[in-house]
């Protein structure tokens, strides 16, 4: 994983992301930048449908 550990990963067809989750991470060689993951529940989702998901994500969105 990209971010490093600590976060769960699906291996099956099951949906795994419940909601918006952000990792940020130190930019090697470049102590002021950052990159910033964003994680997000998939559409065609197992448990929850597309409006659902959109919604949570534009929720997310104008919070942050």
């Known amino acids: 994983m ?3 550990g600590g976060k769960s990963v699906g291996h099956g067809l099951g949906s795994c992301t419940t909601e918006v ?3 940020k991470i130190r930019c090697p060689g470049r102590n002021d ?3 910033i ?3 997000t529940p998939g559409f065609d989702d197992t ?3 597309d ?3 959109l919604c ?3 929720e997310w969105w104008m919070v942050t």
């Open 33 to 35: 930048l950052d990159v």
């Open 51 to 53: 409006v659902e998901i």
């Open 2 to 4: 990209a971010a490093g």
């Open 56 to 58: 949570i994500i534009a």
């Open 37 to 39: 993951f964003v994680d």
């Open 47 to 49: 448990f929850k449908t």
């Open 21 to 23: 989750s952000i990792t």
